[in-house]
């Protein structure tokens, strides 16, 4: 990095290597660990994604891929889980790059609360889920049934990704998302007069009206 590039530092960075504890997932194990982390977040869910589509889990009342009393296993949308969270004041922020699925733009029509909880960016393209400020995942994954490992063998996509608990990656990627989901890249950003609704515009919006009224 040139030296005094300190607008785009926070974005544009090599950090020095060092040990860090890993787990590899692939496959269903994003499903298992990426998925079940956020069905246990008591604090936040921070989903950054460029791809966005309707996604279905297992009924929490039976054990993931088996059956329970000779029946069938139930699906019900993410959407409604995280509905549930929110409800439960667990923050959610949902940073994407593009247009939601026609399914997933639906369900959420059922769910308002969560509106405010999408933000958009279309130079967002790194995929993490960050669950509590404890737990990260980084990896190839969009939020898509296919790419979390939620559909069947044969039809999920081939994903790898990582998990961690490791303070400092948690500490760089949260600091990433935050200057994102707050329009801060916005000023400088080339493609802004591509942008339908510029993010520090709308983190304006959402200062003044979060202000207590005189």
């Given at each position: 990095m040139l030296r005094g590039a300190a607008t785009v530092e926070d974005v544009d960075f090599v950090r020095p290597a060092r040990a860090v504890s890993l787990q590899l997932l692939a496959g269903r194990g994003h499903y298992d660990e990426v998925i079940g982390a956020v069905l246990d977040a008591q604090v936040s869910i921070w989903i950054a994604t460029a791809n966005l589509k309707e996604l279905m889990i297992e009924d929490a009342r039976a054990a993931p891929g088996r059956r329970r009393g000779g029946r069938r296993v139930r699906y019900r949308s993410v959407i409604g889980a995280l509905d549930e969270r929110v409800g439960r004041g667990v923050e959610l922020r949902l940073l994407h790059a593009g247009v939601p699925s026609g399914p997933f733009a639906r369900e959420l029509r059922r769910h308002p609360r969560l509106v405010g909880a999408l933000r958009?960016?279309?130079?967002?393209?790194?995929?993490?889920?960050?669950?509590?400020?404890?737990?990260?995942?980084?990896?190839?994954?969009?939020?898509?049934?296919?790419?979390?490992?939620?559909?069947?063998?044969?039809?999920?996509?081939?994903?790898?990704?990582?998990?961690?608990?490791?303070?400092?990656?948690?500490?760089?990627?949260?600091?990433?998302?935050?200057?994102?989901?707050?329009?801060?890249?916005?000023?400088?950003?080339?493609?802004?007069?591509?942008?339908?609704?510029?993010?520090?515009?709308?983190?304006?919006?959402?200062?003044?009206?979060?202000?207590?009224?005189?």
């Open positions: 958009t960016c279309p130079r967002v393209h790194f995929k993490a889920v960050i669950v509590d400020g404890g737990f990260l995942y980084l990896g190839s994954a969009n939020w898509t049934g296919a790419g979390l490992g939620a559909k069947g063998v044969g039809r999920r996509n081939f994903e790898l990704g990582v998990v961690t608990r490791d303070e400092a990656m948690l500490d760089e990627v949260q600091g990433m998302f935050d200057r994102v989901w707050r329009g801060a890249e916005c000023a400088a950003c080339k493609l802004r007069d591509e942008c339908g609704a510029p993010l520090d515009g709308l983190a304006a919006r959402v200062r003044r009206s979060s202000r207590p009224r005189p």
